[in-house]
């Protein structure tokens, strides 16, 4: 059966990077195009990145706006794995990422999602008295 295995989720400081790899197994891998989705507390599933398998357009790559620039998708067909690189990361990033591919027959397939947290963190109080 499909498999999607996400990892490299974690915590990172606003402006650091991240990259996600996302393990696939039970179908011919290199023939289906690949995607990265996220989803932010409250909000709704978005696309964040595609990339084209076969045909003319192969290798082709989508960005959703917010991450234009910022953000690369990969894919190696030797490993069936595809990666999502995220640089210049902003607390808006912060969001459960989930790898996914559709079937030829439309069938939507899903990873467990891998958590990405953007933040300063809570910090430390120091004092110095006299």
């Known amino acids: 059966q499909v498999q999607l295995v996400e990892s490299g989720g974690g915590l990172v400081q606003p402006g650091g990077s991240l990259r996600l790899s996302c393990a696939a197994s039970?179908?011919?891998?290199?023939?289906?195009?690949m995607n990265w989705y996220r989803q932010g507390s409250g909000k709704e599933r978005e696309l964040v990145a595609r990339?084209?398998?076969?045909?003319?357009?192969?290798?082709?790559?989508y960005y959703g706006d917010s991450v234009k620039g910022r953000f690369s998708i990969s894919r190696d067909n030797a490993k069936n794995t595809v990666y999502l690189q995220m640089n210049s990361l902003k607390p808006e990033d912060t969001a459960v990422y989930y790898c996914?591919?559709?079937?030829?027959?439309?069938?939507?397939?899903w990873g467990q999602g891998t958590q990405v947290t953007v933040s300063w963190g809570q910090g430390t109080q120091v004092t110095v008295s006299s």
């Open positions: 996914n591919v559709v079937s030829t027959y439309g069938t939507n397939y």
């Open positions: 039970g179908f011919t891998y290199g023939t289906y195009s």
């Open positions: 990339i084209i398998s076969s045909g003319n357009n192969a290798g082709w790559t």
